[in-house]
T-cell receptor
Framework: AQRVTQPEKLLSVFKGAPVELKCNYS??????LFWYVQYSRQRLQLLLR??SRESIKGFTADLNKGETSFHLKKPFAQEEDSAMYYC???????????FGTGTRLKVLA | EPEVTQTPSHQVTQMGQEVILRCVPI?????FYWYRQILGQKVEFLVS????????KSEIFDDQFSVERPDGSNFTLKIRSTKLEDSAMYFC????????????FGDGTRLSIL
């Protein structure tokens, strides 16, 4: 079955330190992958999708089909990056997103 | 920037009662979705809706659930006879197309069943 795994429930880093939020997926076809962010008491907002290969708010994510991963990275964390981050997978022929359980990022001053 | 809006933000209902959750998708979007998140668990897909019919649904979306687009702007989720386990945050989302068009989410409705 298709699945998204985010192994860390909580990740704490100091301001200015690099950040990597892990996301692994299980799907044998061509995946579409997304990162969504949820700031405190706000809606899920699209952060990145793999097809656009862009950098948003300094975050990047590269799809590694060999490792079935789509890790989210930022070289220098900022306090305003503190939020809940969700990785999501869409498989071919469906509309639904399959979400991971999310990782709470805390950036400490 | 246009947003998906959901009402109410919090709904408290007695078990066995019917509840309707309301959503106004972004105006030029054609695909609509409902997801739910039980406290402490992952966000789960319920249903997608396009061209006035359900295009996909999950095993969670049983006969107790229904969706409707009663007019040109609203998209509703009805739960006919609520159970305690229906307590969750319900998110509405919309997208311009299916496929690789990203889904835009509302703030959610917290449903509490007593």
């Amino acid at each position: 079955a298709q699945r998204v795994t985010q192994p860390e429930k909580l990740l704490s880093v100091f301001k200015g330190a690099p950040v990597e939020l892990k996301c692994n997926y299980s799907y044998s076809g061509s995946p579409e992958l997304f990162w969504y962010v949820q700031y405190s008491r706000q809606r899920l907002q699209l952060l990145l999708r793999h097809i656009s290969r862009e950098s948003i708010k300094g975050f990047t994510a590269d799809l590694n089909k060999g490792e079935t991963s789509f890790h989210l990275k930022k070289p220098f964390a900022q306090e305003e990056d503190s939020a809940m981050y969700y990785c999501a997978l869409r498989t071919s022929g469906t509309y639904k997103y399959i979400f991971g359980t999310g990782t709470r990022l805390k950036v400490l001053a | 920037e246009p947003e998906v809006t959901q009402t109410p933000s919090h709904q408290v209902t007695q078990m066995g009662q019917e509840v309707i959750l309301r959503c106004v998708p972004i105006s030029n979007h054609l695909y609509f979705y409902w997801y739910r998140q039980i406290l402490g668990q992952k966000v789960e897909f319920l249903v997608s809706f396009y061209n006035n019919e359900i295009s996909e649904k999950s095993e969670i979306f049983d006969d107790q659930f229904s969706v409707e687009r009663p007019d040109g702007s609203n998209f509703t989720l009805k739960i006919r006879s609520t159970k305690l386990e229906d307590s969750a945050m319900y998110f509405c989302a919309s997208s311009t197309g299916g496929g690789n068009q990203p889904q835009h989410f509302g703030d959610g409705t917290r449903l509490s069943i007593l």
